[in-house]
Nanobody, 118 residues
Framework: QVQLVESGGGLVQAGGSLRLSCAAS????????MGWFRQAPGKEREFVAAINWSGGSTYYADSVKGRFTISRDNAKNTVYLQMNSLKTEDTAVYCCGAGWLQRTYDLWGQGTQVTVSS
């Protein structure tokens, strides 16, 4: 059973940066399609970014394109989300998801809070 644990959230001022990490247990990480999602209070969960098994293909929501970068290190069983030029509207709980098929998610982490202050 693969488990996902996020870390790296916190409080940052607008314009600042944070790097989130999602560590996966198990030996099958390199076969997992990984994604980041976020959910702000009173809003539905929304897609942020995703990356394929090799890291050769990445996908982004329009709202974060050019500011966020998703990457993975299969040797460390970890996927990252580098967030730059943060805005107050980026405030949310960020969760990572994993799936065996492209852009499908069967497993979820607990999430990490990101708060961007003005």
């Amino acid at each position: 059973q693969v488990q996902l644990v996020e870390s790296g959230g916190g409080l940052v001022q607008a314009g600042g940066s944070l790097r989130l990490s999602c560590a996966a247990s198990g030996r099958t990480f390199s076969r997992l399609f990984m994604g980041w999602f976020r959910q702000a209070p009173g809003k539905e969960r929304e897609f942020v970014a995703a990356i394929n098994w090799s890291g050769g293909s990445t996908y982004y929501a329009d709202s974060v394109k050019g500011r966020f970068t998703i990457s993975r290190d299969n040797a460390k069983n970890t996927v990252y989300l580098q967030m730059n030029s943060l805005k107050t509207e980026d405030t949310a709980v960020y969760c990572c998801g994993a799936g065996w098929l492209q852009r499908t998610y069967d497993l979820w982490g607990q999430g990490t809070q990101v708060t961007v202050s003005s």
